[in-house]
């Protein structure tokens, strides 16, 4: 931006209303942006299972397309300063991308109402293409408007502080930092819990629309809020089109190099300094500092590849794990507010006690040495994690490959039996009872031999990968398979079956369908804590109530005594044994990565600020919150080209690789040094006013390009 028109910026700041030293515009600011961070992690936070549980698709899908979002959400930053710095200036590209936001807010809600599209009122959507193309809409609109106005809200924060209030102007940076984790502490609890209401028109279902709504319609307040300032604001006219500036210079200074790559043009210190004909020394020297700490941006990605993997990975990792905390029973999507709430506590311990006390003991510990220590602490909080995934690993059941068929045996026979299964000792099986687990074999076709009279020999085939379950009734002749499931229920619920051993149909409470004399019927999800099943044959009925836990399988098999017991007789088989590592695990994975992002994120914050030239701030904060866009990126594409076996080796896999990049970041930042943009630019400008040569180099440029334009259209001619 030329100079004059910046002096004509600063000169048009108005005297704000202020209290207690503050411009009270920033009151809407703050406001408008712990609505907004409320707008994004809540939607964020129940993304994931969304995805996988609406839309039905698997681990693998749902974390891709979540980390492509999260990229999105950081690519668009450019496009936000570009248009606020070029054309409509901060204060209107808030206001328009803030519709755009809340608009696309408004769609992803919309899309997850299941009933739009439940025609036939089974509960689930009957057109998953419509809710899929509403989501990806909801989502590209939502990126474009979180995004855009990202590097414009604290800056334009900061455009409300005259010149004497730069003590507050820093306070106003660490509450606007509080005030985005404030909003996302109380979304990230609240919206989890909205999603796991029922609601619906016709069926009723995780209410996902309420756990979306609910951000859509904080936007809302967010741009209401925002727009109510406007008259308190200091708006600053947009300051030109700087990253165009930058990028013409850049080519250049390109260009000229090239032209110019014979031995006899003497050498110059640096690339950029090619561009000195055409272009002032002030602007080569700031991109010179824009491009210093951009290099030192390179390997930064790495560590929001690890940070971002809470959202996703850790989260399904908590749906593995037991949340019963005593008093209370935490979500697996409620343990991401482990982060906001560490923040809140962190950074004032890091500010005013940590950083002081290693300043007292001599250490140097300069930004990018703590952003490296930062690089190491995620990476710490990896291993963390691998070593909880190998305890979770430890509990689960020993399910079937793909070459191998597992079967159980329930008895519902009023007498034991003695089972002869291939290549195993005789099973004995009392009355009401199962085999003690599941027998696991490599064949898909086996024969079990029975001892009743006459004698049964049963031929079955099994399927291949799956978990099946021979239902001998009271007529053992009669007996059939049924298909267990394969994994751990989804959510951290619990799978519930009943086989009916009473003599008459049965409805049981939360069944799709009456139960027939000895059938089996489908299993049902239940949530954690404890749930009571009415069970009537229509003149009779009884209640049976069970505790359950998180992530378990239960088989209940009704005796033909079902009445007269008063449902006491009932007899349960685990056949999937609840979660029990507890979700308290994951603490110590979520305190090593916070610490490292006050080291890594807070700092780098700050250093790409103090680093980049005056009017080039947003420049580099667009830069900044690039790498988190990269990082996203690269998680998509391990995630799809390194695919693991198991989920441990994965996470130190990610570890690994972040040490490696933190050497290396550590060897760059050795080599780097601090400078002061604004001592740098003022002994710039002081040489320039004292360089009579510097118009005349412009002029003759422009006639030699001039000249060479006009040769050109004559050789066309
Ligand atoms: N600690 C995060 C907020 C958070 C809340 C709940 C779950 C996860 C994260 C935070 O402070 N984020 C800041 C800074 C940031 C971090 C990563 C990428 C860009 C910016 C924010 O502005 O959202």
């Known amino acids: 931006m030329p100079d004059s028109k910046m002096d004509e910026t600063k000169k048009k700041k108005k005297k704000t209303a202020e209290c207690c030293g503050y411009p009270i515009s920033i009151f809407f600011i703050v406001v408008n942006e712990f609505c907004e961070r409320f707008s994004y992690y809540g939607m964020r936070a129940v993304l994931v299972l969304y995805f996988r549980y609406f839309l039905l698709w698997d681990d693998d899908l749902a974390t891709s397309i979540y980390h492509a979002f999260v990229a999105l959400c950081y690519l668009t930053p450019i496009l936000g300063a570009i248009i606020a710095d070029s054309w409509l200036g901060k204060f209107k590209t808030i206001i328009y991308l803030s519709i755009v936001y809340a608009v696309g807010q408004v769609v992803m809600a919309v899309s997850t109402i299941h009933d739009i599209t439940d025609a036939n009122r089974d509960g689930t959507p009957d057109n998953f293409t419509l809710h899929i193309a509403l989501s990806m809409l909801g989502l590209v609109l939502i990126a474009l408007g979180t995004g855009g106005i990202k590097p414009c809200v604290a800056a334009f924060g900061g455009d409300q502080f005259q010149e004497h209030q730069s003590r507050q102007l820093n306070t106003f940076f660490s509450v606007f930092y509080l005030c985005i984790n404030a909003g996302s502490l109380l979304s990230t609890l609240i919206t989890p819990v909205l999603r796991a209401q029922e609601c619906g028109i016709h069926t009723q279902q995780q209410c996902y629309p309420l756990a979306f709504g609910v951000p859509a319609a904080l936007m809302v307040v967010s741009l209401v809020v925002f727009i109510a300032g406007s008259g308190m604001y200091t708006k600053t006219a947009p300051e030109g089109n700087i990253m165009g500036s930058v990028c013409k210079c850049i080519w250049f200074a390109l260009n000229n190099r090239f032209r110019h790559r014979s031995d006899i043009y003497p050498k110059r210190e640096h690339w950029m300094d090619w561009a000195e004909e055409k272009y002032d020394k002030l602007l080569i020297a700031q991109i010179k500092m824009v491009l210093k700490v951009l290099f030192l941006y390179i390997p930064l990605p790495m560590f929001w590849t690890l940070f971002d993997q809470k959202g996703s990975r850790w989260t399904l990792q908590a749906t593995t794990m037991t949340g019963d905390f005593g008093g209370f029973v935490l979500q697996p999507d409620q343990m991401q507010t482990v982060n906001p709430i560490l923040i809140l506590t962190l950074v004032p311990i890091m500010d005013r006690i940590i950083f002081p006390l290693i300043k007292k003991c001599g250490l140097n510990f300069s930004p990018l040495k703590r952003m490296t220590v930062g690089m190491l602490f995620a990476a710490t909080a990896f291993i963390a994690a691998a070593l909880v995934q190998m305890e979770i690993d430890k509990t689960l059941p020993n399910f079937p490959s793909s070459s191998?068929?597992?079967?159980?045996?329930?008895?519902?026979?009023?007498?034991?039996?003695?089972?002869?299964?291939?290549?195993?000792?005789?099973?004995?099986?009392?009355?009401?009872?199962?085999?003690?687990?599941?027998?696991?074999?490599?064949?898909?076709?086996?024969?079990?031999?029975?001892?009743?009279?006459?004698?049964?020999?049963?031929?079955?085939?099994?399927?291949?990968?799956?978990?099946?379950?021979?239902?001998?009734?009271?007529?053992?002749?009669?007996?059939?398979?049924?298909?267990?499931?394969?994994?751990?229920?989804?959510?951290?619920?619990?799978?519930?079956?009943?086989?009916?051993?009473?003599?008459?149909?049965?409805?049981?409470?939360?069944?799709?369908?009456?139960?027939?004399?000895?059938?089996?019927?489908?299993?049902?999800?239940?949530?954690?804590?404890?749930?009571?099943?009415?069970?009537?044959?229509?003149?009779?009925?009884?209640?049976?109530?069970?505790?359950?836990?998180?992530?378990?399988?239960?088989?209940?098999?009704?005796?033909?005594?079902?009445?007269?017991?008063?449902?006491?007789?009932?007899?349960?088989?685990?056949?999937?044994?609840?979660?029990?590592?507890?979700?308290?695990?994951?603490?110590?994975?979520?305190?090593?990565?916070?610490?490292?992002?006050?080291?890594?994120?807070?700092?780098?914050?700050?250093?790409?600020?103090?680093?980049?030239?005056?009017?080039?701030?947003?420049?580099?904060?667009?830069?900044?919150?690039?790498?988190?866009?990269?990082?996203?990126?690269?998680?998509?594409?391990?995630?799809?080209?390194?695919?693991?076996?198991?989920?441990?080796?994965?996470?130190?896999?990610f570890a690994s690789l972040l040490v490696a990049v933190s050497i290396i970041f550590s060897i760059m930042a050795y080599f780097y040094t601090y400078i002061d943009p604004a001592e740098i630019e003022a002994e710039i400008l002081k040489q320039q006013e004292t360089d009579p040569d510097k118009k005349k180099k412009k002029e003759t440029l422009e006639m030699e390009e001039k000249e060479n334009e006009q040769e050109i259209k004559q050789t066309k001619i």
Request: a negative charge; hydrophobic letters at 35%.
């Open 404 to 653: 191998e068929s597992q079967l159980k045996v329930v008895n519902m026979h009023s007498e034991s039996l003695i089972v002869t299964v291939p290549s195993q000792e005789p099973l004995l099986i009392g009355s009401f009872e199962s085999s003690p687990d599941y027998i696991t074999f490599d064949q898909q076709d086996i024969r079990l031999a029975f001892n009743t009279t006459p004698e049964i020999n049963k031929d079955l085939s099994l399927i291949k990968g799956s978990r099946q379950t021979l239902i001998i009734p009271s007529e053992p002749a009669e007996m059939y398979l049924k298909e267990d499931i394969k994994s751990k229920p989804k959510e951290g619920k619990n799978a519930v079956r009943f086989v009916n051993g009473w003599t008459a149909y049965l409805n049981i409470t939360n069944l799709e369908s009456s139960l027939q004399p000895s059938e089996t019927s489908n299993y049902t999800l239940v949530s954690q804590g404890m749930r009571k099943f009415t069970l009537t044959d229509g003149i009779q009925s009884c209640e049976f109530s069970r505790k359950f836990g998180f992530g378990s399988s239960y088989t209940f098999l009704i005796p033909s005594d079902l009445f007269s017991t008063d449902c006491e007789s009932i007899k349960e088989i685990e056949d999937m044994q609840p979660n029990s590592v507890h979700m308290a695990l994951q603490i110590p994975q979520y305190f090593l990565i916070t610490t490292g992002e006050v080291m890594f994120s807070v700092t780098g914050l700050q250093f790409s600020y103090s680093q980049a030239p005056k009017n080039m701030k947003s420049v580099l904060q667009a830069g900044w919150l690039c790498t988190n866009a990269v990082g996203n990126i690269i998680v998509l594409i391990v995630a799809e080209l390194g695919k693991l076996p198991k989920q441990w080796a994965e996470y130190v896999l």
